[in-house]
């Protein structure tokens, strides 16, 4: 099993989202009602405009059943209505929530293809993507 450091510098290395940051524990709770504490390891790079699209967040669950949330959480985060015509389109065409063994990733930006090849090469079952 790979370390949840070198899963994070594996999948940022393959796709750093532009124009982003990394956010803290209260960020992490705005966006996504997840506690950074209920976890053994979450990382978050989210937009530094307020019309910005690209971002990434990867958790590692304690415990299988905690799967479920995560990825709901991922797939409410994954909605920009509203936004400009090219950040809408990041959206729906880059964007994908992947799993494997106790690891969720968000991921939404031009880099995509290559965070979930970085992030499924980690985990030697493949991983699974979530529409």
């Not at 415990?63 to 479920?68: G, P």
């Not at 950040?87 to 290559?114: F, P, R, W």
Request: hydrophobic share 45%; charged share 20%; proline share 3%.
């Amino acid at each position: 099993e790979v370390s949840f450091d070198a899963l994070c510098a594996d999948v940022l290395d393959a796709a750093h989202p532009a124009d982003t940051a990394q956010a803290g524990a209260q960020m992490v709770r705005r966006l996504y009602a997840l506690d950074e504490a209920d976890y053994d390891g979450l990382i978050l790079y989210y937009p530094v405009t307020n019309m910005g699209a690209e971002e990434l967040c990867l958790v590692r669950v304690k415990e299988e059943a905690q799967l479920e949330a995560v990825q709901e959480a991922m797939q409410a985060r994954n909605v920009f209505a509203g936004y400009a015509p090219e950040q809408y389109d990041l959206c729906v065409n880059h964007s994908a929530v992947v799993t494997g063994g106790l690891d969720v990733m968000l991921v939404i930006g031009e880099g995509k293809d290559a965070a979930v090849a970085a992030f499924t090469a980690a985990h030697g079952e493949g991983g699974r993507l979530w529409p």
